[in-house]
């Protein structure tokens, strides 16, 4: 994940405030997993709905993006 520039802008906590969560992640990328640290300990990620419900869910970024897709032999 290193490799591919991200940008991002600043958003507020009413555009994610949602009722599910999905986090892209890619568990090689120490960077990637430090940045995901410094935002579960960040006071307004505690206030998301979907934390306090326990619906935030870690999924592969290549497998999320579709990476690793290919058509398999029925």
Do not use: H
């Not at 994610?16 to 579960?40: C, E, G, M």
Request: aromatic share 8%; hydrophobic share 30%.
């Amino acid at each position: 994940m290193t490799s591919i520039p991200m940008m991002y802008r600043p958003t507020s906590k009413e555009s994610i405030d949602a009722d599910v969560l999905f986090i892209p992640t890619d568990s090689q990328d120490k960077d990637s997993n430090r940045k995901l640290n410094q935002l579960r300990q960040n006071p307004l990620w505690q206030r998301l709905e979907a934390v306090k419900q326990g619906k935030v869910y870690l999924v592969d970024y290549s497998t999320w993006r579709g990476a690793n897709c290919s058509p398999q032999k029925e």
